[in-house]
């Protein structure tokens, strides 16, 4: 039941996450420009496995030399700066 939990709850707060996220944004576009909707959905979902292979176990391997609480600080800092480079950012 924790491990059904577990799932639930990361891949529920991934798929709301990522919706209309520029990743979602991006596979709409080359989808329309490359006129092939099944060869960008598999590219782009190796793309996002492995990225969240690698997330998740780069969190596993970080835990075993630093506190739990300074890699949340850490992360949430780094979306914050993230939130300020967005927001300043001249288009």
Do not use: W
Not at 10 to 34: M, N, P, R, W
Not at 68 to 78: D, L, N, P, S, Y
């Amino acid at each position: 039941m924790n491990n059904l939990c577990t799932f639930l709850t990361t891949f529920l707060t991934i798929f709301f996450a990522e919706l209309g996220d520029k990743t979602q944004l991006a596979v709409l576009s080359l989808s329309i420009h490359t006129k092939s909707p099944f060869i960008v959905f598999i590219g782009s979902s190796i793309a996002l496995s492995l990225l969240s292979f690698i997330g998740a176990y780069l969190g596993t391997f970080l835990l075993k030399f630093f506190p739990r609480g300074v890699i949340e600080k850490i992360a949430g800092f780094i979306f914050i700066l993230a939130g300020i480079f967005m927001f300043l950012k001249k288009e």
